[in-house]
């Protein structure tokens, strides 16, 4: 039985191969790679779109991102390159590839998938882009061809069976490591259980009432715990329903409630507060959220009136990094955003 296409980054730099033809450079080709390998890591949704339409239709996102998952998790920190392309047969609307995939560990190169032992990729052109096209290539359905070489003894690549989404987030919340910018806060020891541990109340129920975050233990803003989501909230709170939760992603000068926000957080993102009159900051730290929105999306910046005067915070589920204007660097926030947008992501977004 042919061994299935391990990485879906293998696809598209086949199709970006083909599609720029003997015009196109190596540079090229390794820069839209690249771009495509951000994709993957940052923006699933993005990455989504590669798939022609017959696969996203046959393909839920949710079991194609758990495959993009798989693949994080068995490549570990080695970057997949593409070689020895071979087209089999193509016109300007339907190409049929096949190729080898390897990766480079300890000076050697490891062939994780061999082209000629592996069913071809089939390539269709929808609205003048290539998409792949070979839909079972992709979710949870991976066979790996064997590694080749001695490097292969020691660095094998394996089909362990993939972590859900959820067991990802559970892993997250409870994380308290030192490593992570932010500080740690115990959800589940706050609210009696972990992210979706129990049948009834637990760190992310969804109530129909006020919270009060700081009586409950919680840090000032929170981050996380019950949440409102009684529908999803307008582009202004003002037109939004009664509480409603998440909020769309982006840039506010008008103040959110609290309980909306935390719903964002339960959906992968990071809230940026503030609580300053210094329009110069506030200026400056919505050009830098800004660019982050438009990289990886997910991230909510707005005011924030009762935490104290003049203070900056970043949260994501479980992880707050609270400081006062005087101490505000976008280094500080570039980290924490880089650090935490997807970590805690039960839901694959």
């Known amino acids: 039985m042919p061994a299935r296409l391990l990485s879906l980054a293998a696809a598209i730099a086949a199709t970006l191969l083909v599609a720029c033809g003997s015009s196109g450079t190596s540079t090229e080709i390794n820069d839209m790679a690249e771009s495509f390998f951000r994709a993957l890591a940052n923006d699933p949704p993005l990455a989504y779109t590669y798939l022609s339409q017959n696969c996203q239709d046959e393909l839920p996102f949710l079991e194609f991102a758990s495959g993009t998952v798989f693949i994080e998790s068995i490549l570990g920190e080695n970057e997949p390159s593409v070689e020895n392309v071979r087209v089999l047969r193509g016109d300007d609307s339907e190409i049929e590839a096949e190729f080898d995939i390897v990766v480079h560990v300890n000076d050697e190169t490891v062939t994780v998938v061999a082209g000629d ?3 071809p990729s089939t390539f269709i ?9 070979t839909c079972e290539d992709f979710g949870l359905d991976f ?13 094998r690549v394996t089909t362990e069976e993939t972590p859900s989404f959820q ?6 919340e409870a994380d308290g490591s030192n490593s992570l910018p932010g500080s740690f806060v115990d959800l589940a020891a706050i609210y009696g259980a972990g992210y979706g541990q129990s049948d009834g109340f637990d760190s992310a129920s969804h109530v129909v009432e006020e919270v009060d975050y700081v009586a409950d233990g919680n840090s000032n803003p929170p981050a996380g715990g019950p949440h409102w989501g009684q529908g999803a909230c307008a582009e ?3 037109a ?6 998440p909020v769309p992603w982006g840039i506010y000068r008008t103040e959110w409630e609290a309980e909306s926000l935390v719903h964002n957080m339960e959906h992968g993102g990071v ?6 009159t210094n ?13 982050q929105i438009n990289a990886v999306g997910l991230i909510v910046m707005a005011p924030y009136l009762d935490m104290e005067d003049e203070t900056i915070a970043l949260t994501s589920w479980s992880r707050i990094d609270k400081f006062p204007v005087e101490d505000y660097r976008p280094e500080r926030v570039l980290t924490f955003l880089k650090a935490h947008v997807r970590r805690f992501n039960p839901e694959g977004f």
């Open 117 to 119: 032992e592996s069913s």
């Open 125 to 133: 052109k929808e609205d003048g882009d290539w998409k792949f096209a």
């Open 143 to 155: 066979v790996a061809s064997e590694p080749e070489g001695e490097a292969a003894a020691d660095d």
């Open 167 to 172: 067991d990802l987030a559970v892993e997250a």
């Open 236 to 238: 202004e709170p003002a």
């Open 240 to 245: 939004s329903p009664p509480m409603c939760g």
């Open 271 to 276: 809230v940026v507060w503030y609580n300053t």
């Open 279 to 291: 329009i110069e900051v506030v200026d400056e730290l919505e050009a830098l959220v800004t660019d």
